[in-house]
Nanobody, 116 residues
Framework: QVQLVESGGGLVQAGGSLRLSCAAS????????MGWHRQVPGKQRELVAG???????NYADSVKGRFTISRDNAKNTVYLQMNSLKPEDTAVYYC??????????WGQGTQVTVSS
């Protein structure tokens, strides 16, 4: 089993920055891909960014140039640096981990609120 614990959410003004962290524990050796989704009430969860175990990232078009995903494999932790935040970035952010021959694991979510 793998457990994910997120931290770093909060309230920030538009134009500000936040850094999210997601620490994995348990059977972490099976993890190959990690990333972040976000969800606004009444809408589907959407991909924000993901990163492979080799460090190759991908981003949603809406966050390219503003968000940076990184990963520390030694610490089993993935980070999401969010700069130039906009009110439309307000959402619950969920960390996920994809494992070899296993279902995706999700974190509990952390609220990010960007005020205008």
């Amino acid at each position: 089993q793998v457990q994910l614990v997120e931290s770093g959410g909060g309230l920030v003004q538009a134009g500000g920055s936040l850094r999210l962290s997601c620490a994995a524990s348990g059977s972490t050796i099976s993890i190959n891909y990690m990333g972040w989704h976000r969800q606004v009430p009444g809408k589907q969860r959407e991909l924000v960014a993901g990163i492979s175990s080799g460090g190759i990232p991908n981003y949603a078009d809406s966050v390219k140039g503003r968000f940076t995903i990184s990963r520390d494999n030694a610490k089993n932790t993935v980070y999401l640096q969010m700069n130039s935040l906009k009110p439309e970035d307000t959402a619950v952010y969920y960390c996920y981990a994809d494992r070899i021959l296993a279902v995706r694991v999700w974190g509990q979510g952390t609220q990010v609120t960007v005020s205008s």
